[in-house]
T-cell receptor, first 113, second 114 residues
Framework: KAGVTQTPRYLIKTRGQQVTLSCSPI?????VSWYQQTPGQGLQFLFE???????NKGNFPGRFSGRQFSNSRSEMNVSTLELGDSALYLC????????????FGQGTRLTVV | GQQLNQSPQSMFIQEGEDVSMNCTSS?????WLWYKQDPGEGPVLLIA?????ELTSNGRLTAQFGITRKDSFLNISASIPSDVGIYFC??????????????FGKGTHLIIQP
């Protein structure tokens, strides 16, 4: 079974721009969640989607948004980028059904200049 | 959300030594997960624990779900160079579990000295 795939692996954007990151979960997994990882704050939960519905959202501003498609693929969008948004963005997939185990992709390294 | 305290922050050990690290929570958890992350990669799930007192092994790794349900431990026996990396504990962000996000410890950075 293929793992979680995130694209692109690396991105450089300018302050004020917006960015869209993509995630394809493990086949058969219906839950996709997103995390931001920085040296200072560690791994922080952004939001989780299950069957195209946002189930939970972390403590991030409204500039961070996401969506999930009927094939379980997910995208996250960050608008009006700030320097502090530079981070490794990780996507994780879960089968759903109450299981907590999450399987991560390799991440997208976003650098805002 | 719940917060996790993971210790130690870093460990400098020699190849062949055993390693122990732990994680504590201010609240009761119903699940503990342990991950390893290599530089530039996403975290890889090592062990999942679902019952208080549970002891689970994965090769040279052994993890335990504390009886109080507020802590968990990870041991690595006879460390080898490929064990180098950052180890994270994780649990449900909210006590309800299920379709929740995860909360993570700050990580234990394992460094193996030649």
């Amino acid at each position: 079974k293929a793992g979680v795939t995130q694209t692109p692996r690396y991105l450089i954007k300018t302050r004020g721009q917006q960015v869209t990151l993509s995630c394809s979960p493990i086949s058969g997994h219906r839950s996709v969640s997103w995390y931001q990882q920085t040296p200072g704050q560690g791994l922080q939960f952004l939001f989780e989607y299950f069957s195209e519905t946002q189930r939970n959202k972390g403590n991030f501003p409204g500039r961070f948004s996401g969506r999930q498609f009927s094939n379980s693929r997910s995208e996250m969008n960050v608008s009006t980028l700030e320097l502090g948004d530079s981070a490794l963005y990780l996507c994780a997939s879960r089968p759903g059904g109450g299981l907590t185990e999450a399987f991560f992709g390799q991440g997208t390294r976003l650098t805002v200049v | 959300g719940q917060q996790l305290n993971q210790s130690p922050q870093s460990m400098f050990i020699q190849e062949g030594e055993d390693v122990s690290m732990n994680c504590t929570s201010s609240s009761i958890f119903n699940t503990w997960l342990w991950y390893k992350q290599d530089p530039g990669e996403g975290p890889v799930l090592l062990i999942a624990l679902y019952k208080a007192g549970e002891l689970t092994s994965n090769g040279r790794l052994t993890a335990q779900f504390g009886i109080t349900r507020k802590d968990s431990f990870l041991n690595i026996s006879a460390s080898i160079p490929s064990d180098v990396g950052i180890y994270f504990c994780a649990g449900p962000l909210y006590s309800g579990g299920g379709a929740d996000g995860l909360t993570f410890g700050k990580g234990t950075h394992l460094i193996i000295q030649p």
